[in-house]
Every structure is written in C-alpha cells, then in structure tokens.
C-alpha cells in the first residue's frame, strides 16, 4: 500500500471516533434484536423494517470500524458493499410491504408507539455521538446516513402508530414501513455514489 493510499485526513482514525463507533455498534445491535421481536409481538411491518435498518446500522458501522485505518481505495469498497446491503434491504421491505397489503391485519399501536419511542431516544444518542464525525470520505458518510436513517424511521413509526390508533387500519403502518424501505434506496444510492467517487480517487 503506497504512502497516497493511506487516509489524508486521521481525523476519524482517533480513539473518540472508535469509541463512538463501538458504542453505536453495541445500542444498534441491541435494540435492533428487541424491536424486531417487538414488531412480531405489535404485528407490526414498520417496527419490523426499523428493526432491520437497526441490525443492519450496527453490522455496517462494524465494517466502518474495521475500515477505518484502511487505504481509501479498500475503503471505498467498504462503502460500495454498505451502499448495496442498504439497497437489498430497501428492496427487500418494499416487496414485503407491498405482500402485506394483500394481507392486512391491524398492528398493536399501543406496542408499536411505545418501542418506536424507544428506538428513537436510542437513536437520538447514537446520532449525538457520531455528529462530531459525519464529515469524511464514502465510509464515514455511509455509517452518518445509517444513523440518520434510524432517527428518521423512528420519527415515522411513533407516527403511524398514532393514526394506526386513530383509523384502526394497518395502512398507516404499511405506508410508514415503505418510506422507511425508500428512504434505504435514497441512502443506498448516495453511498454508492460517494463509493465510486473514491474508487476513481484512489486511481488516480
């Protein structure tokens, strides 16, 4: 690996930012098991689809962390597999979204509001926590969007819990979980984007 390989700026190579990054990892692992088991209980797809986007947040901020001291170019395909995981799993809800409409029952909003609360004040700490460290190359990005995807779909599932409660319809719950789906195609493109924009970086 030559000396222009390695990364310019050792900003996100400190022990702050690793710090951040494993506490990330173990909350967005830890909540992701217990909200998707809250989302069988609450019978709801939009807790399922945030519990998903949990696991996935804390198994990619793993790989962030891992390739932190990285060369850019291993880097940027360190971002380019985060960037397409995030598209499956867009692509994955979305279909199983669409699966549930032909198959409507009405979510526990009581359950659902309650641990999409939860999960929002978990989300709430790991965004304050990587705030510091949201600016940087398609690796640094990608864990940033992860995060800020969470705290997003959180806001949606605490909502669609209220209009579950309201309308007694599942429909606000299916529409929360496909938002949540495209909001993981939005932040799979964009890193994919920045991706391959470090990859032509690195060949230069």
């Given at each position: 690996m030559s000396d222009?390989?390695?990364?310019?700026?050792?900003?996100?190579?400190?022990?702050?930012?690793?710090r951040a990054l494993w506490l990330v990892v173990i909350i967005n692992v830890g909540y992701g098991?217990?909200?998707?088991?809250?989302?069988?209980?609450?019978?709801?797809?939009?807790l399922k689809a945030d519990a998903l986007d949990f696991l996935g947040d804390g198994s990619i901020?793993?790989?962030?962390?891992?390739?932190i001291g990285w060369g850019l170019k291993l880097r940027a395909r360190s971002a380019l597999i985060q960037g397409i995981f995030l598209g499956v799993m867009g692509v994955g809800v979305l279909a199983y979204t669409v699966y549930r409409t032909q198959v409507l029952q009405i979510p526990e909003a009581g359950?659902?509001?309650?641990?999409?609360?939860?999960?929002?004040?978990?989300?709430?700490?790991?965004v304050i926590l990587l705030i510091p460290h949201r600016k940087g190359d398609a690796n640094v990005r990608a864990v940033w969007l992860f995060s800020r995807n969470d705290?997003?779909?959180?806001?949606?599932v605490?909502?669609?819990?209220?209009?579950?409660?309201?309308?007694?319809?599942?429909?606000?719950?299916?529409?929360?979980?496909?938002v949540i789906?495209?909001?993981?195609l939005?932040?799979?493109l964009s890193i994919i984007k920045d991706a391959r924009n470090d990859l032509k970086k690195s060949k230069d």
């Open positions: 222009d390989d390695m990364p310019k700026d050792l900003a996100h190579i400190t022990p702050a930012y690793r098991i217990a909200e998707i088991i809250g989302g069988f209980l609450a019978d709801s797809q939009a901020t793993l790989l962030g962390l891992l390739a359950l659902m509001g309650g641990f999409g609360i939860g999960a929002l004040l978990i989300n709430v700490i790991a705290a997003l779909g959180n806001i949606l605490i909502i669609a819990a209220g209009f579950v409660f309201l309308t007694n319809t599942s429909w606000p719950d299916l529409i929360a979980a496909g789906a495209v909001l993981f939005q932040s799979s």
